[in-house]
Every structure is written in C-alpha cells, then in structure tokens.
C-alpha cells in the first residue's frame, strides 16, 4: 500500500496545494509541520535543507510544484493527455507567479523591503488576475473549470491563491466573474477545508506566540516590549494624539514598541448591533500609523467603574447598563453622597457591584452581546500586522459582593465571575482569529498572593490548555498603601510606606505572577503601573517598577501622560533588548549611571539577531560605549541607528559548541 508524508511549516505556503489534493481526492497522508522556531533542527534531515518534502514510499521528492503535479500525476488531476496537461500547467506556473511573490513578501525580514514588496505586489496583482482570467477563457470550453471544463489541479491551485487574493483585496475579483464562477463551483463539488492553523495572509497579526512563559517571534526571538497606555474615556472614544505623525515618531524615538490602546465599547456599538464603522476605521488609521514605526498595538476593552450610570464613563454601553434590573438600592448607596468619594469608593457602590455582577451573569443577554462587541473587533483587526493581542477586559470587579461577600477574595472571584465569561468571550474572539494573543486579567488585587482564595482563581488560559500558546495573563501594579493613603503634595515616600511597596507587596506580586504561569502556563505582561503626575512619589514608584521589570523579564505599559510629564519620559526611555535570539539569563540598566547589562545563551540556530534599543534621549549622538564578550559581535542596524543588532561571533563559536552565554555591556562614552 502506498504511503504519503508531507513534511512543511506549520501554514499554507507551498504546501497547500498538495494538501488540497490529498483532501479533494480523499488520500489519507501524515501532515508533518514545523514550527518555525523549530525548523533549523530539522533542516538538515531534508535533501536540499528545504520543504516542502514529500516521501512516497521511500522516496524524497523535492521543490513544491513538483510535488504537486506529481501528486496530480498520481490523482488523475493533471489532464487527460498531453495538450490538457501542458495547458494545466499553463495555468499552474502563471499562479505560481503569482505564489513567488507572496513567499518573497513573507520571507523579507527587513520592514522597510517588506512594504516596498507589498506595494509592488499590489500593484501588479490585478495584472496577474488578468492573466488567469485570459487563460481561463481560452482553456475552459464555456465552462466553470479551467482546461476543458474537467477537473484538475490547477482549479484546486487557483481557489488555494483566491483565498490570499481576497485577504489581501476583498475586491480583487470583483471584475473577473468568470474566476468567482470558479471558486464557487470549486465550493459546490467538493468540501474545501482549511487544512492549516496558522494562514499565510499579505497582512497578518503580529506573528508571535508564547514559549516557556515567554513570548517570541516566529524566529524563536524573546520579545520584550516598553510600551504606554492611550485610552479616550469618552466620545470620540479614540486619542487624537495617535493620529500624529509627529507624535508617534517621538513615541518611536523614547523606545515605545508596544501601545494598548482603548478599544471602546461604547464607540464601537453605540446602539445594540449598530456598529460605528467611522470609528473603526479611525482605530485602524492609528493602527497604520504605529505599525509605520514598528510599534505593535493590543486592542484593549477597557472599562473603568463600569457606567456613566455608576459615577463613571460608559465602559458597557449605557443602553446594556440600562437593559439591567435596577439595584436595590439607588447610587451611591451605601454611601450618602458622592462628596469626597474616591475611585475604590465608587467600586464599593451597590449600583456598580450589582452592574458587574448583571455582566457576567448574562442578564439581559449581556455575555453575548459582549461577545458580539468582540467578535466584530477581532474581524475588523485581524489581519493588522501590528496586532499582538485582545484584552478582554480592562479591571474587572469582583461582583456583588452585597449578595456574596465572598468575591472578595479574589480566588472566589476569579473562578466564580472571571473565567466562565472569559470562556465565552474567548471562544467568540477564536471564532473569527484564533491565532492571536488573548491577554486576560484577574481583580486587581489578585496577584499577590496564590492559591484557591487569594490567588487569582484561574485554573486554565481562556480556551483551555490547547491556548497556552496564545495567552497573556495580563496585570496591573500600583501600591496599595500610596492608592489608599496618597502622599501630599511633592513630598516622598514615608520609610514605612516605601517598605511595604518596595519591599513587600513589589516583589510578592511578580513573584506570584510568576506562580501563576508556571500553574496556568501562557505568558504574563504588566499593562498598566505608573499613574505618573510628576509628583516624586510617583517618579520613585515609577523607577521600582522599571528596574523590577527588568528583573523579572517582563514586558510593560506605562499610565499616565506621556507627553506631559518630562520627569516620566525622561525614565520609561532607557536601554532594553527588544528581541534576544536565545534564553535570556538577565537584563538591567542602571537610570542613574546609564549602565545597561544583558546576558543571554545563545542560540546558534535562529538566524534573525538580537536587538537592544539605546534611546537617543539617554545617548544623544551615540555618546555610549558598547562591548561584547567573545562569542558575540555587533552592528548598528542600518534602518535605524538607535537599535544594536548582536549576533554570533562564528570565529569563535559553532554550532556544534555546547550553550555559550553572550554578554553585551553598554555605558556612557567617559
């Protein structure tokens, strides 16, 4: 009996196509896919260290058409004799045209060459439609199919390359009804099924993914991530200031590669089912404009106090709020009046606990309607190449605690109210994406502690264990007793104060963080931490919290104004390696001296570098000193000469060599 094994990456590309001819004949075969981080231990084992492969019995065929037209050789789908078959490979080789250039587009590495592809790819792909459409009409006999009316392999090719056209153009047949006929026929005859997790789009998301609690490119690189909050608590729901060319370029210059930006219910569904599709459009725009400067967005549903009917901004739309049972008693109670009430007080109003509560208890079918909210975000922004993930909710409360005073425990909370709507809501976002990151966040002050009470509940990632990959538990700090009790005026932290923060409660919420992850898996990510007004409470909090995440290996957000607090900027712009092409070991640098220190291990196999940014706010002029022990060398990046670029000194490294650690050392020019 004779056997099949495919071996490629984990995506469409060149393989498909046998894929789709093993599935429209029903030819069983042993799909083997790579993850691409995993490929260089395997290439060797391949004839030319390259696939698509294919064993047949023994045999090794190479290069992907010729794979393909083997196969069809085999399936009777490369025509019934010599002029049908050399007028299916007509058809085939001018699609393969058309596949080359999307696999040069996917294979650049450098952003700058990447988009002049793109731009070159779309400027020709109507001429290429056309050509197909020309072939089409001389081959077809009058009808649906491509060569004589019969079935063959090129019709399975084209409806393969028709999927990455109307990614790339949902118009792009719009002009050619005769290809549309083809697709449409191909959907009627056979059952066409996408046979691959991960799709190659012209645009995609941000194509990272998590491994050992970290989160790395398709290269196998740790990324790390500096990055700011923008949120607009009303209308027009979005920041203005992310529509600023000039703005995001500074944004870029202090080292920002991450923004999570407010995704608003409210604006997005201003009445039930009536989606906003100017604002959408407007998110999209601020998309472009950080991903023209390399800087990566999480879409954040982001809610505080819930209601403007509860004190607060709409972060539910005012007519689900209103879609509720009223609480029993009226805002603000228990409290009297809202003089002198503060954000946690508001919280603490029976109006706002019993709204949540309302919320995850799906009363007047607010889990779907939630759902709804999300998955038309995630079909609007799926394919943005800067997308890294969707927060499901920003701060979420624990619940009526009036009915259940045991929600505040955040443990009780986290497993009671928390991961069934997070369930749910991943499950409508994986609907439509189910690549993309999911962050997910428990009661804020879920994370200092563990275990079934005081931890944060979670028994799993949102999706389940199959999601560790594609989950980020998501979380905030900012000190209880400064929250509780702030410190006036300019004055600094109280000894005792900056005990419990810096001391105490600092390092038992990473640790813990990190407790968690080990138990859940996924990665974690610090959203938000800062709250910086200039105040040199604030200033110090803010410096602890940069040097703790440097320490624990942590991507961060920094909240509050980036642009109006120079004290802030001057401290969020420092020195940190963006990607690691290895296992990092550890990562500081020293505010006061300028003194930045990475050590990794080195992974001889990836082939994309390590890259440290060094803001030219610390270092005006390149005015630093950077060395690199032996097993390195390094490079400036010519595309942008505030990134270092550090590789493998093969002069004194192999391949063969056991894990070597390279260690870069960057500090002030004396």
Known sequence: MSTYKLYYFNARGRAEISRLIFAAVGQKFEDVRYAFRDWPAHKAETPLGQIPVLEFNGIKIIQSTSIARFLAKQFHLAGRDNAEQAKVEAVADTINDVVSLIMSIRGEQNENKKQELLQKFSNALPQHVRNLDVLAKMYSNGGYFFVDNQFTWADLFFYDLGETILQCDPNGLQNHPWLQRNRTQMRHTFVIVSLSLLILHCYGSANVHVSDRLIVDDSGRV????????????????????????????LSQLGVNFIRLGMMWAGVEPQPQQYNVTYLNVMKQIMELLRSYDIVVLLDMHQDLLSSRTGSYDGIPAWLYDRFPPPKHPYPWPFKSTV???????????????????????????????????RQVASTYKDQPNLIGYEIINEPWAGNYFTNPTLFLPGIAGATNLQPLYEKIAKAIRSVDNDTLIFYEPVTWGVRLNGKYFGTGFTHVPGGDDYRNRSVLSYHYYCIILSVIPVPGNETIPVFDRLLCDDVEGPALFRSVQTDLQQLGGSAFLTEFGGCDGSQTCDEQLDWGLDAADQFLQSWAFWGDIFGHTSATQRISRVYARAIAGTPVSMQYIAKERLFYLAYYVDLTMRQPTEIFIPPLQFPSQSYNLTVNAVLKWSVDPTNTNIILVEPNTKYVKRTDPPVIGVVDIRPKA
């Not at 991530?225 to 500074?250: C, I, S």
């Not at 954000?343 to 603490?348: A, E, G, K, P, Q």
């Open 223 to 250: 990324r790390l991530y500096h990055g700011a909050n923008f949120v607009m608590k009303g209308p027009p729901w979005y920041p203005p200031e992310l529509l600023d060319p000039v703005k995001v370029a500074n």
């Open 340 to 374: 002198g009430m503060n954000w946690f007080d508001i919280y603490l109003t029976e109006a706002c606990s019993h709204g949540f509560q309302c919320l995850y208890d799906n009363v007047a079918g607010a889990v779907e309607s939630m759902s709804n909210f999300w």
